[in-house]
């Protein structure tokens, strides 16, 4: 459900119930694993359904029961602050399986690849609850943060958090917690577009009873949920990830919200990037939500809003700041080509494969053109393998594959593939350009030295250079880098970067590019030091080694040899000792 569209929400109530809230539904709870909303399509329409260990079946036919145990039982902590008091009383089913409660999350493994063009998204509607609580809450949220140490909120009604989108195949766990015990209600849509574009929606109804299941309850009863905005003085900012926290590969949405704002408000953004000392307008962002792609150069931006109505500003928002790190690869991703060499009309095949193996499933591919300044997403490529029809513009194009988590973060990035397209009309003496590296590995803060070898360049040519950090689409021009030698100075974060050198013609046409596919840069300190060590210094460090072990040797014999001769002495002393007693 959209932002400005909600500033209260309440659904209707569900009919009388004849007897409990488990009446003609399957309780499935004791470590049960349920997909709770199961989305599939079926002659081109969307239904929800919920799947169980024994198959499909309908939301309506089943409960989900978190019984009062020892560890569904739970105080909640200062991080939960958003949904009650630190230290009340609250009941959870883990993402984590607790054999004690039903582990519920939700899929979108139920449908085919290639049938939807983009993500699939799961909004929160509403709730209705049976219990004694007056204001019961509950919220889904799943570890966030640099560190996996926060919270990170996905569903809680009332605030920003509404809506969760994921992959077409993907599967998806977290915690659902709740402040009382009763039977609740939630209402979920579900949306997804057909390749065609055309739109698809469904609803559906999850009813959890947390505590004992009682014999008879009273229909649930719609709650008025109210926006978080509803009783703010101030325009508020709010993160779609906890803290402003982004990983490379999540989107930066940043929510503007405030109770004096009208359905088709007006907002001005304003960015101030890390090291800068002005803001400056964004003229592109318009709407209640700022967005950006998460580059380590956004890490340390500050961002706030203004409210306009009239064309006059009625707000302003205290500034947000956004946070950028880049996760560790988990694997190495490998890609190869079916051929070295493409014709125009061929088919190209690249597969990859992870080394080491692991449960993450979820692809993206990404191509740049030769003179482009950035890779751009190969529409709907999802999966491990992936085609591209080859045309004669895609000579000396690019190609890499990554490798994401559930929660989009970027775990492995492969080694840029160069295409060869060898059609008619092709150059007889075509411009190549290779880079020659001082060293294959680098410590961060030493200087590092690139040669481009040029053949067959015409006259008038230049050469530019320019870096992507590893994961990112956009390549950053080197300033004053020019020339046929680049002499750098390299940060800890180029690990993994692609270093591009660019020839260009008299007229500025980009003729041959020439790329370090994956830059090694360690964090060990200068030359000399850790695993940028000469073979001369490992050698030297071998031999001084030695020299200790020998030293050690000889103090060992000697004091060996010293324990000896006092045994002996004091053996040679004790009848002297005994006759005088």
């Known amino acids: 459900m959209s932002l400005g569209g909600v500033l209260a929400l309440a659904v209707a109530a569900p009919a009388e119930a004849a007897n409990g809230p488990a009446d003609g539904r399957t309780v499935l709870g004791a470590g049960q694993h349920v997909d709770a909303v199961y989305p599939v399509i079926k002659d081109g329409a969307l239904a929800i359904h919920s799947l169980t260990d024994k198959g499909e079946t309908e939301p309506d036919d089943i409960a989900l029961h978190i019984p009062d145990t020892k560890t569904s039982h739970v105080t909640l902590p200062e991080e939960y602050s958003f949904l009650g008091k630190a230290g009340s009383e609250a009941w959870i089913s883990p993402q984590t399986q607790d054999m004690s409660v039903v582990w519920p999350g939700w899929s979108f493994e139920g449908i085919k690849h290639g049938v ?60 659902w917690m709740f402040t009382a015990q009763g039977t609740y209600d939630i209402d979920f849509s579900v949306h997804a577009n057909l390749a065609n574009g055309k ?14 299941v009682p014999d008879e309850q009273k229909a ?5 949920v109210s926006h978080y905005s509803e009783g703010a003085d101030d325009l508020l900012i709010t993160p779609n990830k906890v803290d402003g926290e982004y990983f490379v590969g999540q989107t930066i949405n940043l929510t503007a919200a405030s109770s004096k704002a009208e359905e088709d408000a007006e907002y001005r953004w304003h960015v101030k990037k890390a090291g800068e000392s002005d803001y400056t307008e964004d003229p592109e962002q318009r709407e209640a939500v700022y967005t950006t792609k998460p580059d380590r150069a956004v890490d340390g931006t500050q961002v706030y809003a203004e409210l306009l109505k009239d064309g006059k500003v009625v707000q302003t928002s205290e500034p947000t700041t956004v946070h950028v790190r880049a996760l560790d690869p988990t694997t190495t991703l490998t890609v190869t080509p079916d051929r070295k060499t493409y014709h125009e009309g061929d088919t190209a095949r ?41 045309t004669k513009e895609l000579d000396g194009a690019q190609v890499v594959a990554r490798l994401f988590n559930a929660d989009h973060a970027v775990l492995a990035e492969s080694a840029p593939i160069t295409l060869s397209v060898d059609g008619e009309g092709a150059a007889a003496s075509p411009v190549t350009v290779e880079i020659d590296q001082d060293a294959e590995q680098h410590a961060a803060g030493e200087k590092a030295t690139f040669t481009a070898r040029v053949k067959n360049a015409p006259k008038d040519h230049s050469v530019s250079w320019a870096v992507r950090q590893n994961a990112e689409n956009p390549f950053t021009e080197i300033a004053g880098a020019e020339g046929t030698t680049l002499a750098q100075t390299l940060p800890a974060d180029w690990d993994g970067a692609q270093v591009l050198a660019s020839v260009k013609n008299g007229k500025g046409e980009v003729v041959a590019e020439g790329t370090v596919p994956v830059l090694k840069v360690t964090e060990t300190g200068k030359s000399g030091s850790g695993a940028q060590k000469s073979a001369a210094d490992k050698q030297s460090d071998s031999s001084g080694s030695a020299v200790w072990w020998t030293v050690g040797a000889i103090i060992l014999v000697v004091l060996a040899a010293l324990a000896v001769w006092l045994v002996r002495r004091r053996k040679d002393r004790t009848p002297a000792a005994e006759q005088a007693q």
């Open 116 to 175: 939807l063009k983009g993500t699939v998204s799961m909004d929160f509607e509403g709730f209705a609850y049976a219990g004694e609580a007056k204001s019961p809450r509950f919220a889904v949220t799943q570890p966030g943060g640099f560190g996996n140490k926060k919270v990170s909120q996905l569903i809680v009604p009332g605030s920003a958090f509404t809506s969760v989108s994921g992959e077409v195949g993907s599967h998806t766990h977290a915690n």
């Open 199 to 212: 739109a698809l929606e469904d609803t559906a109804t999850v009813r959890f009873i947390v505590g004992a």
């Open 220 to 224: 649930p009863v719609a709650q008025k």
């Open 350 to 390: 690249f597969t990859s494969v992870q080394k080491p193996e692991t449960d993450d499933e979820h692809y993206h591919w990404y191509l740049k053109h030769r003179g482009e300044s950035a890779y751009e997403w190969i529409e709907e490529s999802r999966l491990a393998d992936q085609e591209l029809k080859v």
